[in-house]
């Protein structure tokens, strides 16, 4: 449609445009990759270097940059943004919101989650099979989140096979009146089993008390987190041994591979062309320092900046499966992007 020859792949994440050579994508190597699982251009965690990423697109002649990513790479594609203003670059950066664990915070979904939300339920109804199989079954599922229980919470309120949802955002704890044993003893009761969703990032706390330091981090700056299912398996099956004179199984299931690995479903796949094809036309359009996504419904051009000074949250109460950020006003939003035009 715009008449573009020359697109370059960029492989290994940020790292790539200094380390690594780029892959030519034309339309017959992209042709299937969205029936496929993984990325083609490979990922990588840090290596976010603003300099060395800039001098490498002046180097190269890039005049469009398109950044995909969760709200770490998004938080990078601002700095780029900020370095080629600084040095007076005619080249348009442009992100898309791409992350199963849907943490960014101003859109209303990225592309990803929903796949994620899909097998996470398949996950669930596994665990559930198996607890309604033995008696006085617990199943514990965990499953994506490190700061956010998106996937955690909608996969449960999909499914609604599960008795307890924990997530990063709402602490709990195990002992005494309304404590995580206590919830599981009168449930136990009701209905023979319990199936039991908890988000990677939830607990942290108590997991590093028994094992070590919580503080580390990745590559990439993110918090390493301590096998949380695990170690609630571990508690429950102590728990039960103590309430009840019979060992009980209690099953720990944990499918983030399975879930990461699978090609993406009919509803991201039109989701990630509507993004690709907006953020090409805005960037065609002149714009830049922008994200795509969806705000209240409605598809918007979000400056960069915005996109990653807004925390994000799974508001557990109000409304009960919303994000924080539903009242954005998006007429700020346009004026930045305004602001930011080429030509
Ligand atoms: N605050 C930041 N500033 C610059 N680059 C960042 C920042 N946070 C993360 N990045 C870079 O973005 C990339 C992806 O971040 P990561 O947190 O691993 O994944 P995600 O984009 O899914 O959140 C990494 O190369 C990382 O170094
Ligand atoms: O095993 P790794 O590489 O540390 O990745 C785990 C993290 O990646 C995630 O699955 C997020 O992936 P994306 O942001 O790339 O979609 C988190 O939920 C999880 O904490």
């Known amino acids: 449609m715009y008449?573009?020859?020359?697109?370059?792949?960029?492989?290994?994440?940020?790292?790539?445009?200094?380390?690594?050579?780029?892959?030519?994508?034309?339309?017959?190597?992209?042709?299937?990759?969205?029936?496929?699982?993984?990325?083609?251009?490979?990922t990588s965690r840090?290596?976010?270097?603003?300099?060395?990423?800039?001098?490498?697109?002046?180097d190269r002649g890039i005049n469009q940059v398109y950044i995909i990513g969760g709200d770490g790479t998004q938080k990078g594609a601002a700095l780029i943004h900020e370095e080629v203003e600084k040095r007076g670059m005619k080249v348009a950066v442009a992100g898309i919101p791409k992350t199963i664990d849907n943490d960014i915070a101003v859109i209303d979904?990225?592309?990803?989650?929903?796949?994620?939300?899909?097998?996470a339920q398949r996950a669930i109804n596994a665990a559930h099979v198996e607890v309604e199989c033995v008696e006085n079954g617990?199943?514990?599922?965990?499953?994506?989140?490190?700061?956010?229980?998106?996937?955690?919470?909608?996969?449960?309120?999909?499914?609604?096979?599960?008795?307890?949802?924990?997530i990063p955002?709402?602490?709990?704890?195990?002992?005494?009146?309304?404590?995580?044993?206590?919830?599981?003893?009168?449930?136990?009761?009701?209905?023979?089993?319990?199936?039991?969703?908890?988000?990677?990032?939830a607990g942290q706390e108590f997991v590093a008390q028994s094992i070590h330091d919580v503080n580390q981090k990745d590559a990439s700056g993110n918090?390493?987190?301590?096998?949380?299912?695990?170690?609630?398996?571990?508690?429950?099956?102590?728990?039960?041994?103590?309430?009840?004179?019979?060992?009980?199984?209690?099953?720990?299931?944990?499918?983030?591979?399975?879930?990461?690995?699978?090609?993406?479903?009919?509803?991201?796949n039109i989701y990630c062309t509507l993004l690709a094809q907006s953020a090409v036309h805005g960037a065609?359009?002149?714009?830049?320092?922008?994200?795509?996504?969806?705000?209240?419904?409605?598809?918007?051009?979000?400056?960069?900046?915005v996109s990653n000074s807004l925390s994000c949250a799974f508001a557990a109460l109000i409304p009960p499966y919303a994000k924080k950020i539903l009242d954005y006003d998006m007429g700020d939003c346009f004026a930045a992007v305004n602001k930011s035009l080429l030509r």
């Open 3 to 42: 008449g573009v020859d020359d697109i370059l792949g960029i492989v290994g994440g940020y790292r790539g445009f200094y380390s690594k050579n780029t892959v030519k994508l034309t339309p017959k190597v992209v042709n299937d990759i969205h029936k496929r699982g993984g990325t083609t251009l490979l």
């Open 46 to 58: 840090g290596g976010h270097d603003t300099v060395k990423i800039v001098d490498s697109i002046q």
């Open 109 to 119: 979904k990225s592309f990803g989650f929903d796949t994620a939300v899909e097998e």
């Open 138 to 166: 617990v199943g514990v599922v965990k499953l994506m989140g490190r700061y956010s229980g998106f996937i955690a919470m909608h996969a449960t309120l999909a499914s609604r096979d599960v008795d307890c949802c924990l």
């Open 169 to 201: 955002e709402s602490p709990f704890y195990l002992e005494g009146q309304g404590g995580l044993f206590q919830f599981i003893e009168s449930r136990m009761k009701e209905n023979g089993h319990v199936v039991i969703v908890i988000a990677e990032g």
């Open 223 to 268: 918090r390493l987190l301590l096998d949380v299912g695990l170690w609630l398996s571990h508690k429950i099956k102590a728990k039960r041994e103590e309430l009840y004179p019979i060992y009980l199984p209690c099953d720990d299931l944990d499918p983030t591979y399975m879930i990461r690995a699978i090609p993406s479903n009919a509803s991201d």
């Open 284 to 305: 065609m359009a002149g714009y830049t320092g922008f994200t795509v996504g969806p705000v209240n419904g409605k598809h918007a051009y979000i400056p960069i900046a």
